[in-house]
C-alpha cells in the first residue's frame, strides 16, 4: 500500500506513540511498518511569522498523524520521464512537519535516517512518492524520516538589512531543518529510533542544505552521519548576490517601501509568480557566483562561518561523511530542455566566464585538449558537472579527511540500458541505487538492467551498513585522487 501518492488516505488500522511530554501520536498500521504523518515540529509560520524564523513546538495533547501535513508552497514541474513520479500532494504555508516510518515504535534504538528532498530550493515535497519510504524503513531496519520545510522566497529570501520592520533575516529553510532535527532528537527513542545515531542524507538541494549545517553553531551535535548526492559545502549565496535578488523580487511586486506588513498580506500565488520572474531555470546562471537563484546566504547570523572552512576546520572530524555525483550531472538541464545547446564555442567561453571571469578561453582549449572528441553541449556538461558538482564535492571531502575525520567520495558512471543510454548517468539517478529501489516507478532508466540490479544491490548494501557506523567499503569508491571512475 503506497500511504504518500493519494491525498487522502485509505483505510488502515490505527497505532499509537507516546512521547514524553505526553502526548499520543496516532499513526497507520501498514503491513510492515507503521507510518506516522504531518508531525508538526514547530509553530506554524502564518500571518506575521511568515518570513521569522520557526518556534520550537512539542505537543502535549493527542496528535492524529494518519495523514500528511502540507506541503511547501511551489509551482509543480512537469513530470520527468528520466525520475520517479513525485504524485499528487497538497501544499500550503503551514508546512513545517516531517513524517517517520518505523518497523515498530518499541525504543527498539535503530538508526535514524533523516532525509531531505532536493528541488533546486523550490520546489520538493516530504510527501511526494520519489523515495518508497516505508521500503526503505523496513529493509534497512531504520526509523526513516522525511521533513518539509520553508523553500524558495518563503524559506531563502534574504530579508536582513532589506526591511523597514521586522525580526526577519536570511536562511528559514536552514533554520526549520534544524529545529526538525531538534524535535527528531527529543522524540525519536518513542518511535523506535536512536536519537544519538541519526544520519542526514541529502539530494541536490537538499544536500546542499545539510552541508550548509557545518557553518551553523547549534545544528552540529544532532547527527553522526552525513550521506549527501549531488550536493557539497560549494553553494553558498555571497550577501551581495543575496541583496540583488531581494530587490529584484521586491521590485516584481512593486514594494518600495521595504515593509513587512507589505510582505505579510502578499497572497502566496503572488509570491510564487515573483519567483518564477526572477530566478533563472539555467544551471550555470543559478550556480554562478552571483546567480540568480535562491539557497544558503552567508549572512554570518544563521552560517556563523562558511561551511567549508568549518569542515576543513574539523568541525565534523567526529562525523562520517560520504559524498556522490554523476559522470553527467548537467545532462539532466539539457534532457529536461531547461537550457538551451550551445551552437557555438563562444556560447561555451561565456558561460565558463560566469564562474571563470578571467581565463575563461584557456578553459575551454583544456576541455577542448582533454576532451578532442566531444562536441558543444558534451563540453558544456563536462565543464558544469565538474565545476558545480564534482570539484567542490571532492574538495569538501579532501578538507574532512585531512583534519583527521573520515570521508569517502563515489562517482557514478552507470549508463542506463537502451532505449536511455543517450541520457548518461544524469543528475538524480544514483539515488534508487543508494536506498535499493530499483523498479519500473522509482527508477524508470534502469530497471530493466540486470548489471544495474546487483549495483543497486551492493550500494544499499553500503548506505544500511553505514547508517550502523560500519565503516565504508564501497565498490565504487574513487582513490585519494578523486580521478578513477566506477565501473
Known amino acids: 500500500m503506497d500511504i504518500l501518492l493519494p491525498v487522502t488516505l485509505p483505510d488502515a488500522e490505527k497505532c499509537n506513540a507516546t512521547t514524553s511530554t505526553g502526548a499520543v501520536y496516532s499513526g497507520l498500521q501498514l503491513e510492515e511498518c507503521q507510518a506516522f504523518l504531518g508531525i508538526p515540529y514547530a509553530e506554524r509560520p502564518v500571518g506575521n511569522r511568515r518570513f521569522l524564523p520557526p518556534v520550537d513546538f512539542d505537543s502535549e495533547d493527542h496528535v492524529d498523524a494518519t495523514r500528511p501535513g502540507l506541503s511547501p508552497p511551489q509551482e509543480k514541474l512537469p513530470q520527468s520521464k528520466w525520475l520517479a513520479n513525485r504524485g499528487q500532494f497538497e501544499v500550503g504555508e503551514d508546512c513545517l512537519n516531517l513524517n517517520i516510518f518505523t518497523p515498530a515504535p518499541d525504543r527498539g534504538g535503530r538508526p535514524v535516517v533523516v532525509y531531505v528532498f532536493g528541488g533546486g530550493f523550490q520546489t520538493g515535497s516530504a510527501n511526494s512518492a520519489e523515495i518508497p519510504d516505508k521500503d526503505v524503513a523496513v529493509s534497512a531496519d531504520c526509523v526513516f524520516v522525511r521533513v518539509n520545510f520553508r523553500i524558495g522566497a518563503l524559506g531563502f529570501l534574504d530579508l536582513s538589512g532589506r526591511v523597514s520592520t521586522g525580526e526577519s533575516g536570511a536562511n528559514r529553510g536552514l533554520l526549520d531543518l534544524a529545529s526538525a532535527l531538534r524535535w527528531i532528537n527529543r522524540n525519536i527513542r518513542h518511535f523506535g529510533g536512536d536519537p544519538d545515531n541519526v544520519s542526514l542524507v541529502g539530494m541536490s538541494s537538499g544536500a546542499f542544505m545539510i552541508a550548509a549545517l557545518a557553518g551553523m553553531e547549534v545544528a552540529n551535535h544532532l547527527f553522526r552521519r552525513v550521506w549527501l548526492m549531488s550536493g557539497s559545502t560549494g553553494r553558498i549565496i555571497e550577501p551581495d548576490a543575496a541583496a540583488e535578488l531581494t530587490d529584484r523580487f521586491l521590485h516584481e511586486l512593486e514594494i518600495v517601501d521595504y515593509a513587512i506588513p507589505r510582505l505579510e498580506t502578499l497572497s502566496v500565488q503572488q509570491i510564487l509568480r515573483a519567483q518564477r520572474a526572477i530566478v533563472s531555470e539555467n544551471l550555470a546562471v543559478r550556480n554562478a557566483p552571483g546567480g540568480k537563484t535562491f539557497g544558503v546566504v552567508n549572512d554570518g547570523k544563521v552560517l556563523k ?183
Open 305 to 487: 562561518h562558511l561551511p567549508h572552512q568549518s569542515i576543513a576546520s574539523g568541525i565534523w572530524r567526529d562525523k562520517a561523511l560520504v559524498a556522490g555525483w554523476t559522470k553527467d550531472e548537467a545532462r539532466f538541464w539539457f534532457l529536461e530542455g531547461r537550457m538551451p545547446a550551445p551552437q557555438v564555442a563562444n556560447d561555451i567561453v561565456a558561460m565558463i566566464g560566469l564562474f571563470r571571469p578571467t581565463g575563461a578561453d584557456e578553459v575551454f582549449q583544456d576541455l577542448v585538449r582533454q576532451y578532442p572528441k566531444g562536441d558543444l553541449q558534451e563540453l558544456a556538461e563536462l565543464f558544469l558537472t565538474n565545476e558545480i558538482y564534482k570539484a567542490p564535492a571532492t574538495k569538501m571531502i579532501a578538507a574532512q579527511k585531512n583534519c583527521g575525520g573520515r570521508g569517502h567520495a563515489y562517482e557514478f558512471s552507470l549508463v542506463p540500458p537502451n532505449p536511455n543510454e543517450y541520457a548518461g548517468a544524469a543528475h538524480g539517478f544514483d539515488e534508487a541505487f543508494v536506498f535499493g529501489q530499483l523498479n519500473e516507478r522509482f527508477s524508470p532508466t534502469y530497471c530493466t538492467s540486470d548489471s544495474a540490479k546487483e549495483l543497486a544491490a551492493r550500494m544499499f548494501g553500503a548506505f544500511r551498513a553505514y547508517i550502523r557506523g560500519g565503516e565504508v567499503k564501497l565498490p565504487f569508491q574513487t582513490r585519494c585522487d578523486f580521478q578513477k571512475r566506477m565501473s
